[in-house]
């Protein structure tokens, strides 16, 4: 998952966040020049297929926990709530 934040960073993302979560890789990126097609299209000649996000969320800021790490079961929490 790490070699997938690189390659998102590498693209130009400021920050990304990827995990596993019910079978599906999802990366959560906060990018100022986002265009999911460009970014799948980057990554399709960094990595493996297999290695490809089934979901890139673009995010604003990344939520935080009260130890001011970020908070990647709220950031799973907010595919459910459509943020």
């Known amino acids: ?3 997938i934040d690189y ?3 590498e ?3 400021v920050s990304s966040i990827t995990t596993f979560e019910n079978n599906r890789i999802i990366s959560f990126v906060i990018c100022e020049d986002y265009d999911e097609k460009a970014v799948r299209e ?3 000649h960094k990595l493996p297929t297999y290695y490809l996000p089934q979901q ?3 995010k604003l800021e990344f939520p935080k926990n ?3 790490k ?3 079961k709220a950031l799973i929490n907010s595919l459910d709530k459509g943020m």
């Open 1 to 3: 998952l790490s070699e």
């Open 7 to 9: 390659c998102l960073r």
């Open 11 to 13: 693209y130009g993302c």
């Open 42 to 44: 980057f990554l399709s």
């Open 56 to 58: 890139i969320v673009r």
């Open 66 to 68: 009260a130890g001011g």
């Open 70 to 72: 970020v908070d990647v």
